[in-house]
């Protein structure tokens, strides 16, 4: 789950980390209002969407006096931001977030994410602060700095220290640890998945703030961070995937032209990439769970349909939990129920796999049953024409 910005920076404060003071507005006499409050100086009026590179799109303005964030807000609100992030339809944004300017000597980049190949934290940093971490990773990838934590010992001095010294930060090196600490601490204790400074900035007088901030969470242990949880927006959200979310389905739009209705996270990503190897491509990923019943087939088969690409279905269903003879009347019945006219093609294994592809014979309609894993993909990509 993404956060925006200024939720990101809420946490942050709550961990210590030194962030420039801001106001949340949804008008530009809000934006006006918090200027005000913010001492009616230089401000930075920002749209809260969640993407980057809103300030080469036009979604981060600088504003020197109270009346110029007003006006400032009435261009960014509601307009629809286009950035490399967010697509082509872009994200519209309905709230901005006025921050108070701040004396910028340096820009850094600081990052943190797990690292599943050292089984352990990874802690990026960077001088080049303000750029897409990619892009000097591609350029001048001798400018990025990795420090790796090994989760039972945790940060010790001498991570910061190493860091710090890469950094160029000098005497601010004290100030470092102080924001290092705070930040590993709120990516353990809310179980975040990514967390992203950039910049990092070093003021005239050598305070260390978090200009800008990126928080994202692991989806899995939302349950145990309602203070997280309840910071989700749905308006940020595809509309499908939100649908997805509110019928406990696990759905991601891809680009291509096969919808996939899939028992198991695992198999879902296998055969996403069965289709690929099939000469296909998927236009989803849809994990309906273990617990697959004829209304969550027929939520699935809606959500599927909702995306014009899509040219022909595949349902690969492995019955363990579930029986497969339920899953092909679930099957049967959206079928008849939204008259589905594009190809279907089922794949039907384990528990009752036999009398589930008897259902789907005698049902009289247009179905293709698979046995293989690999002829359902080919059938799926053949049916599509």
Known sequence: MNVHEYQAKELLREFGVPVPEGRLAATPAEAEAGARALGGGVVVVKAQVHAGGRGKAGGIKLAKSADEAKRAASEILGMTLK??????????????????????????????????????????????????????????????????????????????????????????????????????RLFLERDASLAEINPLVVTGSGELLALDCKLNFDDNALYRHPDVAAMRDPDEEDAREREAHDLDLAYVGLDGDIGCLVNGAGLAMATLDMLQVAGGSPANFLDCGGGTDQEKVAAAFKLILQDANVKAILVNIFGGIVRCDLVAEGVVAATKELGLEIPLVVRLQGTNATEGRKVLDESGLNITAAETFREAAEAAVAARG
Do not use: N
């Open 83 to 184: 950035t490399h992030q967010t697509g082509p339809d872009g994200k519209l944004v309905r709230k901005v977030y006025v921050e108070a300017g701040c004396d910028i000597d340096r820009e850094l980049y600081l990052g943190m994410l797990l690292d599943r190949a050292e089984e352990s934290l990874a802690v990026i940093a960077s001088t080049e602060g303000g750029m897409e971490i990619e892009e000097v990773a591609a350029k001048t990838p001798e400018k990025i700095l990795t420090v790796h934590i090994d989760p039972v010992t945790g940060l010790q001095p001498h991570h910061v220290r190493r860091l710090a010294y890469g950094l160029g930060l000098g005497e601010a090196t004290e100030h470092f640890q102080v924001f290092l600490d705070g930040l590993y």
